[in-house]
Structures are given as C-alpha cells and as structure tokens.
C-alpha cells in the first residue's frame, strides 16, 4: 500500500482511533474489560502509533505543492516546538478543572492560574501551535491537509470545551474559575512561572525530539 492509498487510509484510522473508542456504547465496556488505567494506556499508546504511522504515510503520498517551499519556513518548528513543549509540560502538571490533561494535585485557585492565563487549554494550543509550524515546513497537499485538519481540530475544540463545561457546571461557577484565564492571550505569559524541574522536562522532551524525529519520522527537523 503506498501514495495516496496508505495516507488516505491512515487518515481514516486515526479519525476513527479518535471516534470509536471514546463513545459511550464503547468506552464503558472497554473500561470494564482493561480497568481505567488500561483503557487510557492502551488508547493513548494507540493514538501515538496511528498518528506516527499518519505523518510517515502523508510522507510518502505524492508530493503536490501548495504552500511555496522556502527556507524560512523549515525554522518554523524548530522556534515553535520549545513553546509546544512548555505548553504541554504545564498543562500536564498542573490541576485543570476547565479543560483535560491537567494531572496536578490539589484545589485550583483562580487568582493563581498559571499557564491557564496564556490559554485555558494548553494543550490544545499546543496542539495549535505544532501544526501550523509542521503545515509551514510542509507545505505539500498531504501535510496541509494533514496538520490543517490537526490545527482545526485544536481550534474548535477549545470552544467546544468551553461550552460543554459551562453546562456542566454552570454560567456563574465556570465564570468563577475562568476569571484570570483566557481562550488565548499573550499578556498571560506575564503569569507563568516555571519550576526547575519542569524548566528540565521541557529540555529534555525538546531534545527527545530532536533526537527521534529523523529515526522515526525519516526527515531531519533540522534545516
């Protein structure tokens, strides 16, 4: 299976790896039979083999232009993804009660919100970020199509979250927690303070990267 075959297919794989497992006739009874812990273990080892095989297939389908080839845009990962990985790196260690990923311990305090004042979804806006930097080093048919589908997906399902935790909590409590966050704001960076720890984490996961890309991915990320 090769061109446009196997990325039309990994594409649908990873829509469907992302649909079916999280319904609610599905995800009960996968619980039941691997237990929590295994459910989010065997879905998130699932979703990173199926996007890894989704980048190498857009790889190799056939390569039609769409975005101008030009060198300035072959940085663009490498100046976005040390921000990508800071986002994700706060997102995952602190308590977030208005968007998922956040594992920190504790009680959320709204007039302390961290990273949640540059985005309540780090994440997602992680997420955001890192396709539109790989859509401009890429700039061909399969990969625009390919990151600009990841780029919609962060984009309306920050809003989406949003709205669904208003209704589950409610106008006024989900004002109460949102009141020194944002959907997005470059001001809130003024609120971030990394630790030491994480200041390594994210250095480290940086030069992971770096490291694995061309191994795994088959292109150097470097220009």
Do not use: K
């Not at 273990?41 to 232009?65: D, K, M, N, T």
């Not at 919100?113 to 992680?126: D, E, F, K, Q």
């Amino acid at each position: 299976m090769s061109g446009w075959l196997e990325f039309i297919s990994a594409l649908v794989v990873f829509l469907l790896s992302h649909m079916v497992p999280v319904r609610p006739p599905v995800r009960p009874l996968l619980i039941r039979i691997l237990g929590l812990r295994g459910y989010f273990v065997g879905y998130s080892v699932l979703s990173v083999l199926v996007l890894v095989w989704l980048i190498v297939a857009a790889g190799r389908a056939p390569y039609v232009g769409v975005i101008p080839p030009l060198e300035v845009f072959r940085w663009a990962p490498l100046i976005a993804m040390p921000v990508v990985c800071a986002l994700a790196v706060a997102g995952i260690s602190l308590v977030n009660p208005l968007s998922f990923g956040g594992m920190g311990r504790g009680a959320f305090d709204p007039a302390r919100p961290g990273i949640l004042a540059v985005s309540r979804h780090p994440l997602l806006l992680a997420l955001l970020l890192w396709s539109l930097a790989h859509l401009l080093a890429n700039g061909d048919l399969a990969h625009v199509l390919l990151f600009g589908l990841f780029a919609g997906f962060a984009g309306v399902g920050m809003v989406l979250i949003d709205r669904r935790i208003q209704r589950q909590i409610g106008l006024a409590a989900w004002q109460g927690l949102a009141q020194g966050t944002a959907r997005l704001s470059v001001s809130g960076v003024a609120h971030v303070r990394f630790r030491l720890w994480q200041m390594a984490v994210i250095a480290g996961v940086y030069a992971a990267l770096l490291g694995v890309h061309l191994p795994v991915i088959g292109v150097s990320p470097l220009p």
